[in-house]
């Protein structure tokens, strides 16, 4: 999909119908880069996009580590992040920095 003005108004955008879905352009899909870090003296820094999912960051800190994907449990205080959910759901966006566990 082509992203285009609709008579000069910022607000108002239309989507060609080129992509398929909107996550797929690539113009909104961008790479965020996650700190992860374990409290131990380690901070990883994983570059990934929006809509990959906790599993495949862990994927991506696994091989930066020299760990298994699962070792690894990723979360924000309280909040233990599930793998199946993408960064974009959890509201996850460049440069944000998470915690990392080893179990």
Known sequence: ????????KLPHYHLCTAYPH?????????????VLNDRL??????????????????KLAAAQLGTRPEKLKI???????K???T?????????M???LYYN
Not at 22 to 34: F, T
């Open 22 to 34: 909107p996550k797929l352009h690539p113009l909104i899909l961008k790479m965020i880069e996650v």
């Open 83 to 85: 793998d199946h959910i």
């Open 1 to 8: 999909r082509h992203i285009r003005k609709h008579n000069n």
């Open 75 to 81: 979360q924000k205080w309280y909040t233990v992040y």
């Open 41 to 58: 003296g380690k901070k990883v820094r994983v570059k990934c996009n929006e809509d990959d999912t906790i599993g495949d960051l862990k």
């Open 87 to 95: 960064l974009e759901d959890y509201e996850i966006h460049d440069g």
């Open 97 to 99: 920095g998470l915690e």
